[in-house]
């Protein structure tokens, strides 16, 4: 399974695969997680590669492993066979470049994660660059969500099956909450990333409170920009563990996702529902994947205006957050990680019985071969 995202930070897509990756072992299969690292990597059979490039695209500040070395990548598939390689955003370069010219016989499959609302004409360029030199060799194609795939088909011309981002709903689990006349919120996300709309939830919450609305916002992720000053009623924990993390899921009342857009599916809003939380987000194509009008308020996206009103009317109403919350852990149950692994396994099952003939030397052959990084365990014929 390749990852071209930095493997040591937090991230929706490493997440997305490292949760794969333990749902597919449980089912009895053997699963290598290869991706680029600045630092430790915890994890069961986890092979980093150095090489990380730090830039900002699709809205997002992203750490991508363009600088990773292709004689190692290349080396390393040399010393490990695999029965499939799941490659995860195969147009994000490096690494996923080099292991797919690497293992020109392994069949491959590709999910594509990512959603915009435009791409620049440069990004296009190099989208179909990549797509004439890769795709031939990549025998089928995932996105997690409508809008994901639409995104793709700019590039991707095959078919491309949809098959939703999951969650585990054992992990993630509701509890009983303490009544409390004040609303409690909750956000998860990145900070510094404008696209996650923070500053659009904190004057919606101010304008909430100035109007003699009870509500308290928990605010958790790190934040690479400028310090934020503190607000009353606001606690910032920063980046959290996964355990502390689930603890304020299910601490919360209501989960806030303010995206301005770039957002494919929104795992934050399926990790709420699964804690049984009722849902305010940005009424975007990539949430509306996911939260359902039963579950969830849905608001235009960079209106601090609409969330305070979408606030004041949950804030007034526990009965329907209860309700919501209720019919939200209901719909999580079926993107349980059990159900959707066994969906990816297929297309892994599917590549593998209509591999795409290519000449049997390698499209790569480095004059020098470095060594690469021993997996915790080995990594021999896998699924």
Known sequence: ??????????????????????????????????????????????????????AVSNGSDNAFGLLVAPWKVWWFFQR??????????????????WAI?????????????????????????IARLGSLVLFPLIQGAVAVSSAAAAYAAS???????????????H????????????????????????RKGIKYLIDGFRAARERGVSVTLDVVGENRGAAILPVEGVTFHGRLPLDQLIERYRACDVFVAPSTGQ???????????????ALICSDIDGYRT??????????????????????????????SVRRMGEFNRVRALAYDWSRVAGQLREQYLRAIAHPVKV???????????????EPSQPAATAL
């Not at 011309?157 to 709903?169: E, L």
């Not at 000449?359 to 990084?373: C, H, I, K, R």
Request: glycine share 10%.
């Open 359 to 373: 000449p049997e030397q390698s499209l790569l052959e480095p004059d020098v071969m470095g060594g690469a990084p």
């Open 101 to 125: 010219w690497a293992t020109p016989g392994t069949p491959h499959v590709a999910t594509f994660h990512a959603f915009g609302e435009g791409r620049s004409g440069k990004v296009r360029a």
């Open 290 to 319: 996911t939260a359902a009008q039963e579950g969830a308020l849905l608001v235009p996206p960079g209106s601090a205006d609409a969330l305070a009103f979408a606030i004041e009317a949950l804030a007034s109403d526990p009965m």
């Open 155 to 169: 590039s991707w011309s095959r078919p491309i099956t949809v098959v939703p981002n999951g969650v585990s709903t």
């Open 263 to 277: 957002e494919s599916f929104g795992i934050v809003l399926l990790e709420a529902m699964a804690c049984g939380k």
């Open 1 to 54: 399974m390749i990852v071209g995202y930095d493997l040591s930070e937090p991230g929706g897509v490493k997440h997305h695969a490292q949760e794969l990756a333990q749902a597919l072992r449980l089912r009895g299969d053997k699963v290598c997680v290869v991706g680029p690292s600045s630092g430790p990597v915890d994890g069961h059979q986890v092979v980093p590669f150095k090489g990380i490039w730090r």
């Open 80 to 97: 490990h066979r695999f029965d499939v390689i799941h490659i995860h955003e195969p147009l994000l370069p490096s690494l996923a470049y």
């Open 171 to 194: 992990l993630f689990s509701p509890t009983p909450n303490n009544p409390s006349k004040t609303l409690r919120l909750l956000f998860v996300g990145r900070l510094s990333d404008e």
